[in-house]
């Protein structure tokens, strides 16, 4: 089955610099990657995805890259603010596949 | 929109009682609904695929009889922690599949066991 590695596992930045945030997927059917944001005690919210058809997409402040080849993608937040500090997720999925596969999660604080 | 809500939030039972938390999808049909658990500081492990009238899609080392989860409806999944132990203690989350491949999650259940 699918294996997502996620790194790093602790993340701190100064606010106002950039959080880059890297997952690598093992197998190569999967076309879907989402990015989820978990709060502390609260459910994990999407906040951006890819397909696999794309190799770049951004909204605002986020964006995530895909390396179809490699079997990598990435969160970038740039201009991070406090409200960023949370627990990010990334994951995967394949054709034909709802089932999603979880990073181990990066815990990402933001110092002001 | 892609609201989903789960109930109860929290509960605490005695061990070897038994715990259902529902799950609903309130303004979209889900076909598709999964049930996670998370652990503290870990990350989301599926638990099973719940299909609308079908019999659930359990993941390997997860007790079928003891997870029982009946999807009766495109809006409602239930799970049921049959005869529960402090063990089984954990944040339970489920997601409702929308469109494509997106999944929307509820607010989570934090059960305990005593």
């Known amino acids: 089955g699918e294996n997502v590695e996620q790194h790093p596992s602790t993340l701190s930045v100064q606010e106002g610099d950039s959080a880059v945030i890297k997952c690598t997927y093992s197998d190569s059917a999967s076309n879907y990657f989402p990015w989820y944001k978990q709060e502390l005690g609260k459910r994990p919210q999407l906040i951006i995805d890819?397909?696999?058809?794309?190799g770049e997409k951004k909204d605002q402040r986020i964006a995530v890259t895909l390396n179809k080849t490699a079997k990598h993608f990435s969160l970038h937040i740039t201009e991070t603010q406090p409200e960023d500090s949370a627990v990010y997720f990334c994951a995967a999925s394949g054709l034909g596949n709802e089932k999603l596969t979880f990073g181990t999660g990066t815990r990402l604080t933001i110092i002001p | 929109g892609a609201v989903v809500s789960q109930h109860p939030s929290w509960v605490i039972c005695k061990s070897g009682t038994s715990v259902k938390i529902e799950c609903r999808s309130l303004?979209?049909?889900?076909?598709?609904m999964f049930w996670y658990r998370q652990f503290p500081k870990q990350s989301l492990m599926l638990m099973a695929t719940s299909n609308e009238g079908s019999k659930a899609t359990y993941e390997q080392g997860v007790e079928k009889d003891k997870f029982l989860i009946n999807h009766a409806s495109l809006t409602l999944s239930t799970l049921t922690v049959t005869s529960a132990h402090p063990e089984d203690s954990s944040f339970y989350i489920c997601?409702?599949?929308?469109?494509?491949?997106?999944?929307?999650f509820g607010p989570g259940t934090r059960l305990t066991v005593l």
């Open positions: 890819i397909r696999s058809n794309v």
């Open positions: 997601s409702a599949r929308r469109l494509a491949d997106e999944q929307f």
């Open positions: 303004d979209f049909q889900a076909t598709t």
